[in-house]
């Protein structure tokens, strides 16, 4: 579906009591990692720019790195592969914007940045306990979506240029996103996630291609199992979806378990389908926070 007009008015930042605790965490664990290069910061608002940067770059692909299968397979064979595609770029850059705002506003957006240079190597926008509703975006009948389109400042790329873009590449992404935010839905009513006792869910974990091989995805979501372990009552469970099976297999390394595979071809209308091509598989992943 096509984004509203924005009105403006402000969604403050998160200031729930799980973010502002993970905040104060935060903050106490920055140079936890100093030993690896790293340094691990909150990223605010006035960090967007370069935090898109990272976040475009990495799920667009690079001449280093594979591009992230669900955003390759939504804008079609024309532009498979193709990561320095302008088109490509800007239509990346508005949903890892839309993302970061999500967190920004309801979360907490976790920065990995070389500690000599200080140049930003990963991003993981994260939803507390509670928020993974802030990520549903199947209806505009929700007020956060108005809020985000605001922060967010324009409509879709394909929206305002349709003619740059192959036919429904919007469409094709929002299919598997409901999708997926059904699964999760469902899962969040379950002992899987925590039920009651809820569930931290990263949204988004990018690596600049840059960085890759760096250990900075180790480093960020140990960083979130701390915070889960550590902040509001336990037990608590961190979730994520990889997108690829190289990713889901780093995160069976840092011990996440593969609770469904989601079969890409299962879920997308075939009216979809451009020359019958199929959506990526999915999978859904949790580990306690517990565990070390």
């Known amino acids: 579906g096509n984004t509203p007009m924005s009105f403006h008015f402000c969604a403050t930042p998160s200031t729930d009591e799980h973010t502002a605790r993970a905040a104060e965490m935060l903050e106490s664990i920055r140079f936890s990692h100093k030993h690896k290069g790293h340094e691990i910061v909150r990223l605010l608002p006035a960090h967007r720019g370069e935090a898109v940067d990272v976040m475009a770059s990495s799920f667009a692909g690079s001449a280093l790195a594979d591009p992230e299968p669900i955003f390759n397979w939504a804008l079609g064979k ?15 850059r508005w949903y890892m914007t839309w993302c970061f705002e999500t967190c920004v506003a309801y979360g907490l957006v976790i920065g990995v940045r070389d500690a000599v240079s200080s140049q930003l190597m990963s ?14 975006t199947r209806s505009w009948h929700k007020t956060h979506m108005w809020r985000l389109s605001a922060r967010v400042g324009s409509m879709p790329p394909d929206v305002l240029s349709p003619s740059a873009f192959p036919p429904n590449a919007g469409p094709r992404l929002e299919a598997i996103s409901a ?10 009513e379950t002992a899987v996630l925590g039920a ?40 608590k469970v961190c979730y994520l979806e990889a997108g690829s099976e190289r990713n889901m297999r780093v995160y069976a390394r840092l011990g996440y378990e593969i609770i469904e595979q989601v079969v890409g071809e299962s879920v997308v209308d075939p009216k979809l389908l451009i020359d019958g091509d199929t959506p990526p598989n999915v999978w859904l992943m949790a580990r306690p926070a517990s565990s070390s």
């Not at 991003?123 to 928020?131: E, F, I, N």
């Not at 999708?179 to 969040?188: A, P, R, T």
């Not at 979501?221 to 915070?227: A, D, G, N, Q």
């Open 78 to 92: 024309p532009l498979y592969g193709k990561w320095d595609d302008p088109a490509r770029l800007r239509w990346t």
């Open 123 to 136: 991003v993981t926008a994260l939803l507390p306990p509670g928020r993974s509703r802030f990520a549903d």
């Open 179 to 188: 999708h997926l935010i059904s699964k999760h839905e469902k899962l969040s």
């Open 196 to 235: 009651a006792a809820g569930h931290w869910f990263v949204y988004v974990q990018a690596v600049s291609p840059s960085f890759q091989g760096r250990g900075c995805t180790r480093t960020a979501l140990e960083s979130v199992s701390k915070l889960a372990r550590e902040v509001g009552e336990a037990p």
